[in-house]
T-cell receptor, first 112, second 114 residues
Framework: GQQLNQSPQSMFIQEGEDVSMNCTSSSIFNTWLWYKQDPGEGPVLLIALYKAGELTSNGRLTAQFGITRKDSFLNISASIPSDVGIYFCAGHLSAGSYQLTFGKGTKLSVIP | GAGVSQSPRYKVAKRGQDVALRCDPISGHVSLFWYQQALGQGPEFLTYFQNEAQLDKSGLPSDRFFAERPEGSVSTLKIQRTQQEDSAVYLC????????????FGSGTQLSVL
């Protein structure tokens, strides 16, 4: 099936630092989504991107839909302890599909 | 409640047992999805319902997996003759219409097959 390559797999940062993670695919996606998952919970949507080149912010989070439609990145500025969790990218392949394809996640640890 | 509710929260089954996992979507949500999340992996699509119609079941890994949503609200995912490789968190999500960008996930059922 389709695969999303998400990197880095994990990262340890100091509180206050900026964070960047990205996702690449061999396929073109219509929509890119970024989710955060806390332990024992389901994923929660952070940002949705619909057009190639689109740059969208949600508070300290900024995400971009790559021009080639095969990649996306997520930046978190001025990290805080509650940013800890696993971040997933997800892509929607085509208008006729009901499936989201998820990356393997980036585990973020924030050192106070 | 306000969110997607899943039960049980944890399920331990002996290999070969049948299990049934329940999902209560947000009231009024037309679309319902099941995903399987193995340890250390992202969720993987299993099946999709629009009201009571199962429009996509291409992600179900074998014919031991069966899902239903008979009245267009509550859904049940049934796994027959469980195997160890079925151990995972099973996530249910719903959305108001079909929009994949507005999925609300439940907390999942963690299934352990011994």
């Amino acid at each position: 099936g389709q695969q999303l390559n998400q990197s880095p797999q994990s990262m340890f940062i100091q509180e206050g630092e900026d964070v960047s993670m990205n996702c690449t695919s061999s396929s073109i996606f219509n929509t890119w989504l970024w989710y955060k998952q806390d332990p024992g919970e389901g994923p929660v949507l952070l940002i949705a991107l619909y057009k190639a080149g689109e740059l969208t912010s949600n508070g300290r989070l900024t995400a971009q839909f790559g021009i080639t439609r095969k990649d996306s990145f997520l930046n978190i500025s001025a990290s805080i302890p509650s940013d800890v969790g696993i971040y997933f990218c997800a892509g929607h392949l085509s208008a006729g599909s009901y499936q989201l394809t998820f990356g393997k996640g980036t585990k973020l640890s924030v050192i106070p | 409640g306000a969110g997607v509710s899943q039960s049980p929260r944890y399920k331990v089954a002996k290999r070969g047992q049948d299990v049934a996992l329940r999902c209560d979507p947000i009231s009024g949500h037309v679309s319902l999805f099941w995903y399987q999340q193995a340890l250390g992996q992202g969720p993987e699509f299993l099946t999709y319902f629009q009201n009571e119609a199962q429009l996509d079941k291409s992600g179900l890994p074998s014919d031991r997996f069966f899902a239903e949503r008979p009245e267009g609200s509550v859904s049940t995912l049934k796994i027959q003759r469980t195997q160890q490789e079925d151990s995972a968190v099973y996530l249910c999500a719903s959305s108001l219409r079909g929009g994949l960008e507005k999925l609300f996930f439940g907390s999942g059922t963690q299934l352990s097959v011994l």
